[in-house]
């Protein structure tokens, strides 16, 4: 999603779109984090064929349980709710029965209700938090951790490409990450993947997640410059990136066909073990958009073996965000 302050500026993105990691598990990781449980009542083989969903949003129309942050309003809320039942209405009918949350920017640093939603659905939901890199971030990052969080969203906002990762709460996120096994999940521009590209050659133990092709295509132009600096990035081996998005990159029309050059350039560079496939709800299903078209550019492409498949639509995402 392309929404403000801390994920993709929902009114940006519009602007700009509509209208105009392998994250390696080490010992440390294990026993900070522990193994995921897995949803009840699942035979075996559904518990190791259902694909994963690697980006969604969810947020509530009960706002005195979870208030939104002063910034937002009520009328900000577009769609006005997305709860998991919601999301699960659209993603099941594709055998989609695991997701990454992404932390909602309605709510800027309170992950209540997303640490909630994964509480109440046991096995189901992974997440990535949002935190105040200025307040002893590396401590937040260990306590998200105990609670299911796999990665953290960072972004620009309005900093240069030589600024936003300079600061010493980036540094120690950085640092965390590659201690605890935790993503840095990025939410950029390609202008900024230079920028990223100098932080993984200083932190190459970080898991490293660009989101949404690095939003390349979000206003209608796929620029060779643009492709050649995500693929790039693929030098890193910690790096990984969610090819996701379709509604909002391209020519945004179902069923989303000339994004699949920039999907086969990301899988010569990374290969399909570093990709993973994502939604992005609940943009991916409003304004005449549906979830399964999206699903379906991966699950049926033939130039794709079902091997490849399994990694773009599951195992990728169950390595970064399940281990």
Known sequence: MVEPQYSLNRREFSKASAFAAVAASSAATSSLIGASKLEEGKSE????????????????????????????????????????EQLFAHCHPS?????????????????SYMLDMMDKHQGVFSGVAVIDENDRPAREMVKLAKQGVRGFRIRPHDKTPDQWLAGDGMQAMWKA?????????????????GSVDKMCEQNPDTPVVIDHFARIGVDGKIREQDLAALCHLARHENVSVKISAYYALGKKQAPYTDLLPMI?????????????????????VVDGHEYAPSFNLIKNADFLSAGDKDWLLRRTAERVFFS
Not at 101 to 111: E, V
Not at 264 to 284: H, N, T
């Open 45 to 84: 083989e559904d518990k190791t064929t259902g694909y994963i969903d690697a980006h969604v949003h969810v947020w509530t129309p009960e706002l005195q349980q979870y208030p939104l942050h002063e910034s937002f309003k009520k009328e900000d809320m577009q769609p006005s709710s997305f709860t998991p």
């Open 95 to 111: 055998k989609v029965e695991r997701i990454v949350l992404i932390q909602m920017s309605f709510y800027r640093f309170d992950n």
């Open 177 to 193: 990450g590659a201690k605890h096994g935790l993503a840095m999940c990025h939410l950029i521009d390609a202008k900024h993947l």
């Open 264 to 284: 086969k350039r990301c899988i010569d560079a990374y290969g399909v073990e570093r990709l993973m496939w994502a939604s992005d709800g609940p943009f991916q």
